[in-house]
């Protein structure tokens, strides 16, 4: 069955809010397609689970994608960092932030 990324990028979302990311990972698999909001569900439904390397592992896979992570994704990363309490990685997704310029954006959504 092929899907469209709207509803993969939904459905990946409803598993995500369920804990059911073994499910969620097989629905965003079944197309070769991906866009930033698909890659940045799958990235915040594993922060969500704090499986922050699986998040961290799933990031890199989407940059060597050639996709760009937005505000959206660094934040779930970030907020994941701060869960687990590591300050390194809450370091080194911060001056990404930084790299991408989406300091000023980060700054003004938690205002």
Same mark, same amino acid.
Request: net charge neutral.
């Given at each position: 069955?092929?899907?469209?990324?709207?509803?993969?990028? $939904?459905?990946?979302?409803?598993?995500?809010?369920?804990?059911?990311?073994?499910?969620?990972?097989?629905? @965003? +698999?079944?197309?070769?397609?991906?866009?930033?909001?698909?890659?940045? @569900?799958?990235?915040?439904?594993?922060?969500?689970?704090?499986?922050?390397?699986? $998040?961290?592992?799933?990031?890199?896979?989407?940059?060597?994608?050639?996709?760009?992570? +937005?505000?959206?994704?660094?934040?779930?990363?970030?907020?994941?960092?701060?869960?687990?309490?590591?300050?390194?990685?809450?370091?080194?997704?911060? @001056?990404?932030?930084?790299? $991408?310029?989406?300091?000023?954006?980060?700054?003004?959504?938690?205002?």
């Amino acid at each position: 069955m092929r899907l469209n990324l709207v509803l993969k990028t $939904a459905l990946v979302n409803m598993y995500s809010k369920c804990q059911k990311m073994e499910d969620a990972i097989k629905v @965003s +698999n079944q197309t070769p397609h991906y866009d930033v909001l698909l890659w940045t @569900s799958v990235i915040s439904g594993f922060t969500q689970s704090l499986r922050v390397t699986d $998040a961290i592992a799933a990031l890199h896979e989407m940059e060597l994608s050639g996709i760009v992570p +937005n505000n959206f994704t660094y934040s779930s990363i970030l907020k994941a960092s701060s869960e687990i309490l590591s300050l390194e990685l809450g370091k080194q997704i911060h @001056s990404r932030i930084i790299k $991408a310029g989406l300091e000023m954006i980060l700054v003004q959504e938690v205002h």
